[in-house]
């Protein structure tokens, strides 16, 4: 028995392309984004660009509600496959191979438009604090 999991986050380098297979199974690949979680003191962090692929409905949504530059998180399998090239050169493709997509972060910031509050609510400022009183930290945690 094996374990084959992988879960990313990270953002559309283009928009996907929805295509269909020569049975009408509908497909698309697409390449994500992902910054790594270490970065040496004084450099700069490094990206790793990850291929992926997604069928039938999955293709569908992301194509449908993800964009070049949205942040996605995917779940799926790690695979490698083997193939010649139009040159004949033996290559080597590994990509990951998308059961679930997500939205990772909130229509308002994917589209880097402000804050539109709904109609009815008041205007609240940041400098407004109402009824609470700060109280001061002594230090002495409660718990």
Same mark, same amino acid.
């Given at each position: 028995?094996?374990?084959?999991?992988?879960?990313?986050?990270?953002?559309?380098?283009?928009?996907?392309?929805?295509?269909?297979?020569?049975?009408?199974?509908?497909?698309?690949?697409?390449?994500?984004?992902?910054?790594?979680?270490?970065?040496?003191?004084?450099?700069?962090?490094?990206?790793?660009?990850?291929?992926?692929?997604?069928?039938? *409905? /999955?293709?569908?949504?992301?194509? %449908?509600?993800? $964009?070049?530059?949205?942040?996605? +998180?995917?779940?799926?399998?790690?695979?490698?496959?083997?193939?010649?090239?139009?040159?004949?050169?033996?290559?080597?493709?590994?990509?990951?191979?998308?059961?679930?997509?997500?939205?990772?972060?909130?229509?308002?910031? *994917? /589209?880097?438009?402000?804050?539109? %509050?709904?109609? $009815?609510?008041?205007?609240?400022? +940041?400098?407004?604090?109402?009824?609470?009183?700060?109280?001061?930290?002594?230090?002495?945690?409660?718990?």
């Amino acid at each position: 028995m094996s374990l084959n999991i992988v879960a990313l986050m990270g953002r559309l380098v283009a928009n996907p392309e929805l295509k269909q297979t020569q049975s009408g199974i509908a497909v698309t690949s697409f390449r994500i984004a992902c910054d790594r979680s270490y970065c040496k003191q004084g450099e700069e962090r490094q990206t790793d660009w990850i291929d992926c692929t997604a069928w039938r *409905s /999955n293709a569908e949504f992301i194509c %449908k509600y993800f $964009g070049k530059g949205q942040l996605i +998180a995917v779940q799926g399998e790690l695979q490698t496959r083997n193939y010649t090239d139009r040159d004949g050169n033996k290559r080597k493709a590994t990509e990951v191979v998308v059961s679930q997509a997500h939205f990772a972060e909130s229509k308002k910031e *994917s /589209n880097n438009s402000t804050y539109q %509050k709904p109609k $009815g609510q008041p205007d609240i400022s +940041a400098d407004d604090t109402g009824d609470f009183e700060e109280i001061p930290d002594d230090g002495d945690l409660p718990f």
